[in-house]
């Protein structure tokens, strides 16, 4: 069935005793026993419950995964994941990945033994020589944040299986509406659900996706011991989120172009960074891989004074972290997502000072585009 349909039928669950359209939220910690020796399907909360087991179905239909499971953020979702690694192990992680994921490689797993190596994932060979012995995963973001960088997911996944390695992909930025990671043969796929999927800045979620029974037991053992469940109101909301996934991502993806398209021409702008452009150095490979460019673009205006009387100029954006909304966000990923890197860092991950990104809401893009228009006279 097309994704279109696939959509609605994953995020509707009819409640089969009243019928009612939408899934329940069922408010309960605990689950009543039918009997001293026959338990039934659901005994603690945190084990699962029937709200969130509708949403973790449905996220895994949309990734066309077996089994899904649904964290209390991305981030949750992210460390549940890495989790599942032991002492000794390592993991070869895209340089351009997100910020928190970066903090967590960093600064948290270091501690336990588990180490790691960031590589420019659009170099194949740079891939295959930081693998080692010890190494378990490879670990795929693309496009990336905030650089729109593009990682060729088929020929990552050829190299893994070649070394005997699982691929992990992070891919909030287009949603399973415009890229279905497991169908090019990845392991995992991990989202932030707080962006695309949900898509009203309203909660924050996170998710995994798999279609192994094994990594599937690994990783629903970390959920249910490290406890970072997503609630069954937000799982709602995450499911009423999901229903326009398709005609969000499309009409955000066309203004996208359209606005990427505009500036790209503008003789402020130093380069635009979005996929769907033909000057986009991963273009050819990302429209093998996707079904668009996306719903986000970065573009640099030169300096952070500029980008300062950009940001200050815009009436209709929202100057703010996150991405992923009806409304249109503009963030300055230095500062925001980014401020974990020290200045090397930045240099070397491509996020330059005049670096702007933004997320493409459901506005008219004539509108965005004026706005920009104003904001970029003034500098
Ligand atoms: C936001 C984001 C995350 C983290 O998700 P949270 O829901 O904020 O914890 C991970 N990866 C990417 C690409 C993101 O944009």
Do not use: C
Not at 39 to 54: C, H, I, K, V
Not at 233 to 252: A, C, E, N, P, Y
């Amino acid at each position: 069935m097309s994704d279109w349909t696939d959509v609605i039928q994953a995020a509707t669950t009819h409640d089969p005793l009243s019928g009612a359209v939408n899934t329940p939220i069922q408010l309960s910690s605990t689950f009543n026993q039918p009997d001293f020796d026959h338990f039934g399907r659901f005994d603690y909360a945190r084990s699962g419950n029937p709200t969130r087991e509708s949403g973790e179905q449905a996220v895994a239909k949309l990734e066309h995964g077996k089994y899904g499971y649904l964290f209390s953020t991305g981030m949750a979702a992210i460390s549940s994941v890495l989790f599942t690694l032991s002492a000794g192990d390592h993991i070869v992680v895209s340089k351009h990945v997100y910020g928190g994921t970066f903090r967590v490689l960093s600064d948290v797993l270091p501690r336990w033994g588990i180490t790691h190596d960031f590589v420019d994932f659009t170099d194949l060979d740079a891939i295959e020589s930081a693998i080692r012995p010890e190494t378990k995963a490879l670990y795929i973001e693309t496009p990336s944040n905030p650089v729109l960088n593009i990682t060729d997911i088929r020929s990552v996944v050829a190299l893994a299986k070649s070394h005997g390695l699982i691929t992990i992909a992070d891919n909030t930025f287009l949603s399973p509406f415009l890229q279905k990671p497991l169908d090019l043969g990845v392991d995992i796929v991990v989202h932030s659900a707080t962006k695309f999927l949900s898509g009203h800045s309203d909660i924050l979620a996170g998710v995994v996706v798999t279609n192994s029974r094994d990594l599937a037991e690994k990783i629903y053992f970390m959920q249910n011991a490290v406890g970072a469940t997503l609630g069954v109101f937000d799982t709602w909301l995450l499911l009423r989120g999901i229903k326009t996934l398709g005609v969000r991502m499309t009409q955000s993806s066309q203004s996208a172009q359209k606005i990427a398209n505009y500036l790209s021409t503008h003789d402020k702008v130093e380069r635009v960074l979005y996929p769907g452009l033909a000057s986009h150095p991963g273009h050819i490979i990302h429209a093998n891989q996707s079904k668009s460019g996306g719903a986000v673009l970065s573009f640099d205006v030169g300096s952070e004074a500029h980008a300062k009387t950009v940001v200050e100029a815009l009436k209709i954006p929202v100057f703010s972290v996150s991405l992923g909304a009806v409304e249109t966000i503009i963030s300055y990923p230095p500062k925001m997502s980014h401020a974990e890197l020290n200045a090397d860092e930045l240099r070397d991950t491509g996020i330059t000072p005049g670096l702007l990104r933004f997320s493409v809401g459901l506005e008219d893009a004539d509108d965005l585009i004026a706005d920009l228009t104003q904001a970029l006279a003034l500098i």
